[in-house]
């Protein structure tokens, strides 16, 4: 098994709900990923911490909302998605910080299969 | 275009046998190329990661090649078992935190 753990594993909620996903690792990786993957295509970066402050943010749209409160949790906040919005949301984690994580591989979690209705 | 590129996009192979997944990029610098497996529903996991230097590299079953010159890579799996069904996704690093993933190779192995 994965040593990110994401929850939930689903989640299904409207566009005027507001939720939040979450990952967890306990391996020391002070870098953090948010990607989105939509079928059949590779996981796109949304968000990347290092040392628990936010370095990428990949023009992400605000209803997407990060959050690292410490150095093994992640949060990914929504409000107001659209239907389009629907994809499963991977997290990962390195273990060094990102500008470094070039020869670091990633470590994904399973992701949150997310679907907006 | 994509500055990854991975051939087939999908490939349907019986059990026992062998094949060879490409990935050809255009990613500038180069830093390192990783093979990622990912299971259905799942996060994907590292195969292998090559480096300039390295021209071949096996872990277990599967071996990959890199050709820096050409810009060509490629995944070899031996003796192909029913959970190596999964999509196969090459990943080219610049060397900055920019990776480049390619839109993957769907590996189906049937009995």
């Known amino acids: 098994d994965t040593e990110v753990t994401q929850t939930p594993k689903h989640l299904v909620m409207g566009m005027t709900n507001k939720k939040s996903l979450k990952c967890e690792q306990h391996m020391g990786h002070r870098a953090m990923y948010w990607y989105k993957q939509k079928a059949k295509k590779p996981p796109e970066l949304m968000f990347v911490y290092s040392y628990e402050k936010l370095s990428i943010n990949e023009s992400v749209p605000s209803r997407f909302s990060p959050e690292c409160p410490n150095s093994s949790l992640l949060n990914l906040h929504l409000h107001a998605l659209q239907p389009e919005d629907s994809a499963l949301y991977l997290c990962a984690s390195s273990p060094t910080p990102a500008k470094d994580s070039w020869n670091s591989p990633l470590h994904f979690g399973n992701g949150t299969r997310l679907t907006v209705t | 275009k994509n500055q990854v590129e991975q051939s087939p996009q999908s490939l349907i192979i019986l059990e026992g046998k062998n094949c060879t997944l490409q990935?050809?990029?255009?990613?500038?610098?180069?830093?390192?190329l990783r093979w990622y497996k990912q299971d259905t529903g799942r996060g994907p996991v590292s195969l292998t990661i090559?480096?300039?230097?390295?021209n071949t590299k096996s872990n277990g079953r599967y071996t990959a090649t890199l050709d820096a010159d050409t810009k060509q890579s490629s995944l070899h799996i031996t003796a192909s078992q029913l959970s190596d069904s999964a999509s196969y996704i090459c990943v080219v690093s610049k060397g900055d935190n920019d990776m480049r993933f390619g839109a993957g190779t769907r590996l189906t192995v049937k009995p």
């Open positions: 090559m480096t300039f230097s390295e």
């Open positions: 990935c050809n990029y255009t990613v500038s610098p180069f830093s390192n």
